[in-house]
């Protein structure tokens, strides 16, 4: 079946550092792949999306590229700040499944 | 004006007992969802309605029972609460029906239940 896969955190960096949060999926199809971002005590919001193979989702300065070819969804930033804190989901439309969450800390 | 808003935000409950969660959206959406994520922050799809209709409803003990009355408002009941359902439930919207591939939800801020 259908699955997302992101690599685990907690994730620590310094601020101004470049940021990776790895993500594959498995599917059936070409669903649409999404990152939500979930900051403390409140519900997860759509960070960034792409609808097909080869779109580049971008938002607040995250990226992200739909790869077909090697089934990976990396969200990446080029230099983070403290307010990035936050936990980062992976996830997978159609059925809607979200990889397991990925914290990420930004010390000053 | 909150898009998505659940209540209670907290709830503490003795084992056994009968809570409802309420959940409403005001954006107009046809489908609606309930989540629950647990203390590693894993996030489980239990539910979904499409306009009043149920159209996903995953391995969830039949102790949860979703209840819609419109399609703006989508309640979760719980019977006999037990230590393990202890957990965050998010309820969600979105515009398209969950299965199409390129739906955008909208979550609710959470609501954290303590089964004691």
């Known amino acids: 079946g259908n699955s997302v896969t992101q690599m685990e955190g907690p994730v620590t960096l310094s601020e101004e550092a470049f940021l990776t949060i790895n993500c594959t999926y498995t599917?059936?199809?070409?669903?649409?792949l999404f990152w939500y971002v979930q900051y403390p005590g409140e519900g997860l919001q759509l960070l960034l999306k792409a609808t097909k193979a080869d779109d580049k989702g971008s938002n607040k300065g995250f990226e992200a590229t739909y790869r077909k070819e090697t089934t990976s969804f990396h969200l990446e930033k080029g230099s983070v700040q403290v307010s990035d804190s936050a936990v980062y989901f992976c996830a997978l439309g159609g059925k809607l499944i979200f990889g397991q969450g990925t914290e990420l800390s930004v010390k000053p | 004006d909150t898009a998505v808003s659940q209540t209670p935000k907290y709830l503490v409950t003795q084992m056994g007992n009968d809570k409802s969660i309420k959940c409403e959206q005001n954006l107009g959406h046809d489908t609606m969802y309930w989540y629950k994520q647990d203390s590693k922050k894993f996030l489980k799809i239990m539910f979904s309605?499409?306009?009043?209709?149920?159209?996903i409803n995953e391995t969830v003990p039949n102790r949860f029972s979703p209840k819609s009355p419109d399609k703006a408002h989508l309640n979760l009941h719980i019977n006999s609460l037990e230590l393990g359902d202890s957990a965050v439930y998010f309820c969600?919207?979105?515009?398209?029906?969950?299965?199409?591939?390129?739906?955008?939800?909208?979550f609710g801020s959470g609501t954290q239940l303590s089964v004691l």
């Open positions: 599917a059936t199809g070409y669903p649409s």
């Open positions: 309605y499409n306009n009043k209709e149920l159209i």
């Open positions: 969600a919207s979105s515009q398209v029906q969950g299965g199409k591939g390129n739906e955008k939800l909208f």
